[in-house]
């Protein structure tokens, strides 16, 4: 299989289920990002646009790959300054895995975790008087 075809699932008697990549993609960055300690996804210039126009894309920092009947995820994220990032690595990996296989049913054979990036927190700047 490639990224472009669809996940089946079979059911003798009802018939079949498939689900895009897509849906996994959705799935992964929505568990991923709701992990304590992740501060972002890492998107791409195509889904930030989308994301100005008024329509979120969930499925941002992840990349599914489903070849040679594996599941393997990727997923790129930013981190806030302070955590401990093994910690919170492991804690998507949990999530997703844990997400994907309750309400998708699937077993994945690979979460990879990429921290692309950590997150400062800004403080907004002093104003001095302009005779300072």
Known sequence: MNENSM????SASLGRVEIAPEVI????GL????????????GNFA?????RLGKKNHGKGVRVDLSDDAIKVDVFIL?????AIPKVAQ????????????MT????????????????????EQEFPADH
Request: cysteine-free.
């Open 91 to 102: 804690n998507v990996q949990d999530n997703i895995r844990q997400a994907l296989l309750t």
């Open 105 to 124: 049913g699937l077993q994945l054979s690979e979460v990879n975790v990429h921290v692309v990036g950590v997150q400062f927190d800004s403080k907004p």
């Open 31 to 42: 568990a991923a990002s709701e992990v304590d300690g992740v501060s972002s996804m890492r």
């Open 79 to 83: 981190v806030k300054f302070g955590v």
């Open 25 to 28: 993609e959705v799935i992964a």
């Open 47 to 51: 889904s930030g646009m989308v994301e």
């Open 7 to 10: 996940l089946e699932m079979g």
